[in-house]
T-cell receptor, first 115, second 111 residues
Framework: SAVISQKPSRDICQRGTSLTIQCQVD?????MFWYRQQPGQSLTLIAT?????????ESGFVIDKFPISRPNLTFSTLTVSNMSPEDSSIYLC????????????FGEGSRLTVL | GENVEQHPSTLSVQEGDSAVIKCTYSDSASNYFPWYKQELGKRPQLIIDIRSNVGEKKDQRIAVTLNKTAKHFSLHITETQPEDSAVYFCAALDSSYKLIFGSGTRLLVRP
């Protein structure tokens, strides 16, 4: 499986600020996703990061709040904009294990706390 | 869209006993069902998966069964050990090739 590096691993942020999370993969991958895991909860898909085009967002998530970049097949960023305490979560980058196989591997996550 | 339900939310077993976690899914077109283990403060790790062309798959102490007709799949852990204590998530691949996760089961194995 691919090696997925995420940074920052954790951060404490002030209300109203924005933070960008980076995800680097050690090989080219077609499918890259961003998930959110709120405290004690399951994983919720935010969006699919598409290389060379706009991300595809799930219901309840919008580009203005969670802008995503995917400049190439090994890198993506997720920005959490205008943060509020409700955005305190772990944000996980994930990549597919193979074309349309469904296998998914996760980065270590970025734990954000918004004060 | 796909909906995955998972039960129980918590499960406590004695070391050496078996543990069973059950999930149901709604989309009959789903054909891939992985299970993830998440230890405290760590990322989810894929532990076993099953595709819809088989009914059961085993890997040492872990097995997964799938009933396509009933849209059920289950994780079975035998001879549980304290290191099996974690949160387990089931998931189903929807028709857009996105994984939809269940709500999770917190498994505690008592020594």
């Amino acid at each position: 499986s691919a090696v997925i590096s995420q940074k920052p691993s954790r951060d404490i942020c002030q209300r109203g600020t924005s933070l960008t999370i980076q995800c680097q993969v050690d090989s080219q991958v077609t499918m890259m996703f961003w998930y959110r895991q709120q405290p004690g909860q399951s994983l919720t898909l935010i969006a699919t990061a598409n290389q060379g085009s706009e991300a595809t967002y799930e219901s309840g998530f919008v580009i203005d709040k969670f802008p995503i970049s995917r400049p190439n097949l090994t890198f993506s960023t997720l920005t959490v904009s205008n943060m509020s305490p409700e955005d305190s979560s772990i944000y996980l980058c994930s990549v597919g294990g193979g074309e349309n196989t469904g296998e998914l591997f996760f980065g270590e996550g970025s734990r954000l706390t918004v004060l | 869209g796909e909906n995955v339900e998972q039960h129980p939310s918590t499960l406590s077993v004695q070391e050496g006993d078996s543990a069973v976690i059950k999930c149901t899914y709604s989309d009959s077109a789903s054909n891939y069902f992985p299970w993830y283990k998440q230890e405290l403060g760590k990322r989810p790790q894929l532990i076993i998966d099953i595709r819809s062309n088989v009914g059961e798959k085993k890997d040492q102490r872990i097995a997964v069964t799938l009933n396509k007709t009933a849209k059920h799949f289950s994780l079975h852990i035998t001879e549980t050990q304290p290191e099996d204590s974690a949160v387990y998530f089931c998931a189903a691949l929807d028709s857009s090739y996105k994984l939809i996760f269940g709500s999770g089961t917190r498994l505690l194995v008592r020594p």
